[in-house]
């Protein structure tokens, strides 16, 4: 269970990466965006459920959904900018 949850962010985040690639305008990277911010809330209750106790991958995995949650809102400021 603790490793099909952790296998799942790190998926998440490589989905989130493919959308980026086919982005047309910044409503695309709003969504893509919206998508990272479900799976951190979704990671935030997989983790809780197994008592945090995940040798340190779902700390990671939130970690690497964080960063790409940042980098998506960045871009989508970006872009809107332009």
Known sequence: MKRALTIAAFG???????????VKDWHDLD???N?????L?????ARAANHFDMAGHGA?????LKAAE??????VEAA???
């Not at 990671?60 to 690497?64: F, P």
């Open 12 to 22: 998440l985040t490589f989905v989130a990466g493919v959308a980026f690639s086919y």
């Open 80 to 82: 809107k900018k332009e």
């Open 41 to 45: 809330h979704e990671m935030d209750r």
């Open 35 to 39: 998508h990272v911010v479900e799976a």
């Open 31 to 33: 969504a893509v965006h």
């Open 60 to 64: 990671k995995a939130v970690d690497h």
């Open 70 to 75: 940042n980098e998506l809102r960045l871009s």
